[in-house]
């Protein structure tokens, strides 16, 4: 018997992983401060040659998550703001449970993270969630 996890229990995001990370790369930028990112700065953030970037980028512009004229920067939409705070805030909340709660290093964590925001599902993200509330870390003196 082959194990086929049901798709209801999975992320709601219609996004594909490598969407979800180029969107919530811009969106750290964003978070920074930055009025939008040039295609080269984002191929080199996600280690991709700027021909990947430049598909990337026009995969979400097609679904309304960025806006962007050719060799100009790349700015999100609040389409594409939603979308990467809800990442990021996947990305950010696995991470501290990983590290709070398993005593796992930052860089594992933040790996293993990364590649979790995109598969978890909606119920087992929000119990992570909720243990993380519940169980505040204690600060050490």
């Known amino acids: 018997m082959v194990y086929k996890p049901e798709t209801s229990g999975r992320s ?20 920074k401060g930055n009025e939008g990112v040039r295609i080269t700065d984002l191929a080199e ?6 021909a990947s970037a430049t598909d990337a980028v ?7 998550l960025v806006k962007h004229e050719r060799y ?6 609040e389409e594409g703001l939603e979308t ?16 709070e709660a398993l005593n796992v290093s930052p860089v594992v964590a933040e790996n293993d993270a990364c590649g979790i925001e995109h598969i978890i599902s909606e119920e087992t ?11 505040p870390k204690k600060s050490e003196a």
């Open 84 to 99: 990467a705070k809800r990442v990021y805030d996947r990305h950010v909340t696995i991470t501290k449970f990983f590290e």
């Open 58 to 64: 026009k995969k979400m512009k097609e679904r309304g």
């Open 12 to 31: 709601s995001s219609s996004y594909t992983e490598s969407v979800e990370d180029y969107i919530e790369e811009i969106y750290v930028n964003y978070r």
């Open 72 to 77: 100009g920067r790349i700015y999100i939409t």
């Open 45 to 50: 953030a996600m280690s991709v040659t700027k």
């Open 125 to 135: 993200f929000g119990q992570m969630k909720k243990f993380m509330k519940d169980h």
